[in-house]
């Protein structure tokens, strides 16, 4: 069973650089076929999601973020961790790591379809 944990500030200034880890458990983030992924849900609204990167190491962003958004993982660590520059209180949302191995590549955009999960946490950009 795959486990995901969410690690990271609560709390981020407007203009500074947004950092949250993925811990996994259960699964290696090497293992083939894995797309592990980061998915966001501000106040009110729907889930979006971000952004992804593959067990080869290859990353898929959101065209609408793509500007402002890096994946990247630590495999001697089991984590992949996100990092959103120039955040604003739009940002406000909570955040989520995701996994799934049975997606193909043009689906991994939809949100709805991880198996897995982290139980989220809520980031605020607040000055």
């Known amino acids: 069973q795959v486990q995901l944990q969410e690690s990271g500030p609560g709390l981020v200034k407007p203009s500074q650089t947004l950092s949250l880890t993925c811990t996994v458990s259960?699964?290696?983030?090497?293992?083939?076929?894995?797309?592990w992924t980061w998915i966001r849900q501000p106040p009110g609204k729907g889930l979006e999601w971000m952004g992804a990167?593959?067990?080869?190491?290859?990353?898929y962003y959101s065209p609408s973020l793509k500007s402002r958004t890096s994946i990247s993982r630590d495999t001697s660590k089991n984590q992949f961790t996100l990092q959103l520059s120039s955040v604003t209180p739009e940002d406000t949302a909570v955040y989520y790591c995701?996994?799934?191995?049975?997606?193909?590549?043009?689906?991994?955009?939809?949100?709805?379809?991880?198996?897995?999960w982290g139980q989220g946490t809520l980031v605020t950009v607040s000055s």
């Open positions: 995701a996994a799934d191995s049975r997606l193909i590549l043009s689906s991994i955009r939809d949100a709805r379809q991880y198996d897995y």
């Open positions: 990167i593959a067990s080869s190491g290859s990353t």
């Open positions: 259960g699964e290696t983030i090497t293992t083939n076929y894995y797309y």
